[in-house]
């Protein structure tokens, strides 16, 4: 699921330090609105979900997976979109475990389609390693070389 990001152009590995999370969901739609996945009123409705339900979508600590509803107006196609900040933000000041440097933003035409997409991205980010090495990528090639690493694992492991 690595490559797919990078032949996708949908990776952003990003050198700003957003001010907080709404700032950091808005960088991390910019690869999809650039893609044709959203718009600008998809990513207000993930930020308004938030800002109802709580950080619900940081999933473990470090990784945040952004989304709305399946079916939401503002989605154009099915994709996700990888943000990688330099540094951790902050979605709860009281719980570091709420602080996520990873950003997975998820869009899908169809509710099937947004449960493949989670499950998906659900079992790469559980493989041993992946996310420390993600969160240590400051550039491109960075990137290719922890594609490679994860890529090689998986043959030596068939």
């Given at each position: 699921?690595?490559?797919?990001?990078?032949?996708?152009?949908?990776?952003n590995?990003?050198?700003?330090?957003?001010?907080?999370?709404?700032e950091?969901?808005?960088?991390?739609?910019?690869?999809?609105?650039?893609?044709?996945?959203?718009?600008?009123?998809?990513?207000?409705?993930?930020?308004?979900?938030?800002?109802e339900?709580?950080?619900?979508?940081?999933?473990?600590?470090?990784?945040?997976?952004?989304?709305?509803?399946?079916?939401?107006?503002?989605?154009?196609?099915?994709?996700?979109?990888?943000?990688?900040f330099?540094?951790?933000?902050?979605?709860?000041?009281n719980?570091?475990?709420?602080?996520?440097?990873?950003?997975?933003?998820?869009?899908?035409?169809?509710?099937?389609?947004?449960?493949?997409?989670?499950?998906?991205?659900?079992?790469?980010?559980?493989?041993?390693?992946?996310?420390?090495?993600?969160?240590?990528?400051?550039?491109?090639?960075?990137?290719?070389?922890?594609?490679?690493?994860?890529e090689?694992?998986?043959?030596?492991?068939?």
């Amino acid at each position: 699921m690595l490559r797919y990001f990078l032949e996708n152009h949908l990776i952003n590995i990003s050198s700003k330090h957003p001010k907080d999370w709404e700032e950091a969901i808005r960088i991390s739609g910019e690869v999809m609105k650039s893609n044709g996945l959203v718009t600008d009123k998809y990513i207000d409705q993930v930020i308004a979900d938030v800002k109802e339900y709580g950080p619900y979508i940081v999933i473990v600590p470090g990784v945040a997976m952004p989304h709305s509803q399946a079916d939401s107006s503002g989605v154009l196609g099915t994709g996700i979109g990888l943000t990688i900040f330099p540094q951790a933000i902050s979605f709860d000041q009281n719980d570091p475990e709420k602080d996520a440097q990873l950003f997975f933003m998820l869009a899908a035409k169809d509710n099937k389609q947004h449960m493949e997409n989670i499950a998906n991205l659900s079992n790469m980010l559980m493989e041993d390693g992946l996310i420390a090495d993600l969160r240590q990528v400051k550039n491109l090639q960075d990137y290719q070389q922890v594609m490679a690493k994860y890529e090689l694992n998986k043959e030596e492991s068939r």
